[in-house]
């Protein structure tokens, strides 16, 4: 029989299970992955994460993850170097879009390419997080629409004239006159250090 303590274990098996293939397969499966032998065993482990809030059911009755299946432990304290003491159970945890989303249907992930903004911290591979349908202010990194293109670059004001500011001293500041067309609002930056799975 399961033990309750053994519930992050089978969690984490789900989540990477859930990472590699966007979904939550059948009981078959999940014995294998959860490493139990038995159907029953499978049920009242999916059934405890049900209660704790990890997953749900959806109506055709598949099991589903919810948000908080998809938190992450939290550092209890900033550090500038060593290891941090990450969150127990009772710890705080959240999850990267409740850090960086607050909008899911107006928010949409845009890959980087070039280096006209690498004086912000900004490198091809990134990916901007943009808002639409937000005020742009002066200062805002926006994604603007210029001949039919996006660029990432600060929005300044010059001369009362919006301009369109790049962080690298190789590229010349533009000045998009009336055809300003603001896409959205750079809220956040996501990066790996990683390749990517093949």
């Known amino acids: 029989m399961p033990k309750r303590s053994d519930d992050r274990v089978y969690l984490a098996r789900l989540q990477d299970y859930y990472a590699r293939w966007r979904s939550l397969p059948a009981y078959g499966p999940l014995r294998g992955i959860l490493q139990l032998s038995s159907r029953d ?7 405890r994460l049900r209660a704790a809030g990890y997953l ?10 919810t948000a908080r299946f998809f938190e992450r432990p939290l550092a209890e304290t900033a550090v500038p ?3 941090p003491a990450l969150a127990g159970d009772g710890g705080e945890a959240c999850s990267i879009d ?6 899911p ?6 890959p980087i390419t070039g280096d006209s903004m690498i004086e912000a911290g900004i490198y091809e591979g990134d990916l901007a997080v943009v808002e639409r349908d937000i005020p742009a202010r002066p200062g805002d990194l926006v994604v603007a629409v210029l001949n039919n293109e996006l660029t990432l670059k600060t929005l300044a004001v010059e001369d009362g004239a919006a301009i369109l500011r790049p962080a690298n001293p190789r590229y010349p500041i533009i000045r998009p006159g009336e055809n300003l067309d603001i896409f959205g609002v750079v809220v956040g930056l996501i990066r790996s250090y990683r390749s990517p799975r093949r």
């Open 41 to 47: 065993g499978v049920a009242k482990v999916l059934e």
């Open 56 to 65: 749900d059911r959806a109506p055709d009755n598949r099991w589903t993850p």
């Open 81 to 83: 170097a060593g290891l």
């Open 98 to 103: 409740g850090l960086l989303v607050r909008h």
């Open 105 to 110: 249907s107006r928010t949409t992930l845009i």
